[in-house]
């Protein structure tokens, strides 16, 4: 089971036909023991703009959503990190850049 985890990717939304309320998995981390618990996941979302958004479960196994950051639709590098502590829950930092 990974403890740490450290991914950075590149996203350009620029093309994309999304309607208003739809979403894409950028990233997903499964829970080992359980493989159907989906423990960490980033989205890309179309609300009147494009939006990342973060998914994760905390220490009581409680999925907690984090706030929509508004990103345009030119380049970006994502870069997310998270590091595992008791249980589930784990610590995350999700970073954008613009290129």
């Known amino acids: 089971m ?3 985890y450290r991914a950075r990717f590149y996203l350009d939304p620029n093309g994309l036909n999304m309607s208003n309320g739809n ?3 950028l990233f997903q981390a499964w829970y080992d023991a359980s ?3 989906n423990v960490l ?8 703009g494009y939006k990342i958004r ?3 479960r905390n220490g ?3 999925p907690t959503t984090s706030g ?5 639709d030119a380049p970006h590098a994502l870069e997310i990190q998270w590091q595992a502590s008791s249980g589930m829950e784990f610590r995350e930092h999700v ?3 613009h290129l």
Do not use: H, K
């Not at 996941?41 to 009147?48: A, F, H, K, P, Y």
């Not at 929509?68 to 345009?72: L, V, W, Y």
């Open 54 to 56: 973060v998914q994760y």
């Open 2 to 4: 990974e403890t740490s």
């Open 41 to 48: 996941l980033v989205q890309l979302r179309w609300n009147n």
């Open 60 to 62: 009581a196994g409680t």
């Open 95 to 97: 970073r954008v850049e």
């Open 68 to 72: 929509e950051f508004a990103i345009s």
């Open 23 to 25: 979403t894409i998995a």
């Open 35 to 37: 493989p159907d618990v």
